[in-house]
Each structure stands twice: as C-alpha cells, then as structure tokens.
C-alpha cells in the first residue's frame, strides 16, 4: 500500500473532530460549516448568503481580500460602502464609527489581519461599534487564526472565516466558517441566500450540523482533511494556553492615521 495514495476516504469521526478543532479556534460557541476549497470560496459563500438587495453594507477595505469581498456584496445588490485605508495601515476606530454613523450599515465586514502588510485591525474596538450600531459583523480571520486569538463570541461575530495554509501552516482545504444564531437566522430569512450551491453555507448544516453527524455531505479530500487535523494538533500542542497567538507575542501594530 502507497500510504499517501491508497487511503480510506475521511470518516465521519475525523470530520467531526476537524469540525469541533476549528470551533475550538473561534472560542469553541459557534457552529462551524466546514468547506471542501479554498477559504476564498467560503468567503464568497459568506457574501452571497448575507447579500440583498438594498441591505447596507459596511466594507472596512484595508487589502485585496476586502476589495474582492465588496465586490462580491454589490453583486448580491447590497448597497455597499467601502471604507478603504492606504496600503500599508490598519483602519483606525473613529474612521468606522464615523462611517457607521452616516452609513447605517446592516452587515460590517474586515479582515482581521493582513497577510500582505502584517497589519491587524483593532477588532475589538470595531467589533463594539459593529455592535452598537447592530450591525451584522464578518470576520475574514484567514490569515490571523493560528497566530491570533480570534474570541468570535466576545466580539460577537456573527461569519468568521477561517483558512488552513496561512498561520495555521496547514493545507488550503477544508476551509471553514464560523456562525452565530443571529447569523443564521439573517441566512434563513434572505431568499436570495445560495440553496443546493457550492456557495451555500445551510446546505452543509442542515445536512450534517443538524443531522446525526453519520454522514459526510459530498467527499471533502481526505489528504487534506488528515493532514487539517494534523496542523490544529501541531497548534494545540504549541499553544498550551488557547488564548495565546502561535508566537506567544503580540503582532506589531502599523501606525493608525485618520
Ligand atoms: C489568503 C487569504 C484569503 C484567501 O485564502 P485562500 O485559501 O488562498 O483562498 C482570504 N483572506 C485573507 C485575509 C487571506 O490572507
């Protein structure tokens, strides 16, 4: 036997273990749908399932992921404004209250940090304006989890997504998204949310999350699944303390200008 080519497809049991490590990586509160690509699919799943037309959008642009995003809400009809700062710089808080204010948005969507730059926005701050203006709140985390702590509850995230190949140093697939209730519940009443699509965040849920959790909806790699699970276990392993970032070291902030 070839043991990287003559292997069983992925169980069950790994699926759910895989599903419960990248819980644990978001606070452990929050249902994960698990997505056989790239973590830019799961992100435009995330687009096309809170889009609407009309819904207000704020789109905190401070790299490419975030331009794309945008794009991906217009296409939805959302009436989207993009809050975009200079390549190099994080987006300062008053600059997102402020957009909030005259905006209004429903949905306010960042990327925690840059892979570009190795810029981190200050989530926390942003995450309590998201929520005083009840806003619904995405998180791109693809690139922060593994090295950052990304409490999805505490900021009250409402979609994170979540990448294997950048500091969790594992595979680019299964990619992940984090969702509270609320967000479900915005999912499950916007008709124009992807059903029966590789875009569609309830079609794995009703299927597996809600199901008995027996069988795997389609067949996600199973080299990539094993070695998934390898690359949280190498993590946990590093980490001891949950909290902490893989370096054990806060990430350098770049400078915030209004
Ligand atoms: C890399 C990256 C993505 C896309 O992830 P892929 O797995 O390459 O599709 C999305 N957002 C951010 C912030 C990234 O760094």
Request: charged share 20%; glycine share 10%; aromatic share 4%.
């Amino acid at each position: 036997m070839n043991p990287l080519l003559d292997q069983p497809a992925a169980t069950p049991e790994e699926i759910a273990a895989l599903e419960a490590g990248m819980a644990r990586l978001v606070g452990g509160d929050r249902d994960v749908v698990l997505v056989p690509a790239e973590a830019i699919l799961a992100l435009e799943a995330i687009a096309a399932s809170v889009a609407a037309p009309g819904r207000r959008a704020l789109n905190v642009v401070t790299g490419p992921y975030g331009a794309i995003f945008g794009g991906w809400l217009r296409r939805g009809g959302a009436d989207v404004l993009d809050l975009a700062t200079p390549f190099d710089e994080v987006v300062a808080p008053d600059a997102v209250a402020a957009a909030v204010a005259s905006h209004r948005p429903e949905v306010l969507a960042i990327v925690h940090a840059e892979a570009a730059t190795g810029g981190t926005n200050p989530m926390a701050e942003i995450a309590a304006i998201a929520r005083e203006a009840g806003a619904l709140l995405v998180v791109d985390a693809v690139s922060s989890i593994g090295a950052e702590p990304v409490p999805a509850a505490q900021w009250d995230a409402d979609f994170v997504a979540i990448g294997g190949q950048k500091s969790l140093a594992g595979p680019p697939t299964p990619s992940a998204v984090a969702v509270s209730e609320r967000g479900w519940a915005l999912v499950d009443a916007n008709p124009h949310a992807p059903r029966g699509s590789s875009l569609s965040l309830t079609d794995w849920r009703d299927v597996w999350i809600r199901g008995d959790r027996s069988a795997v909806p389609g067949l996600p790699s199973w080299l990539d699944v094993r070695a998934m699970l390898a690359a949280l276990d190498r993590l946990e392993t590093e980490r001891g303390d949950a909290g902490e970032g893989r370096l054990g070291r806060a990430p350098v902030p770049l400078v915030h200008r209004r």
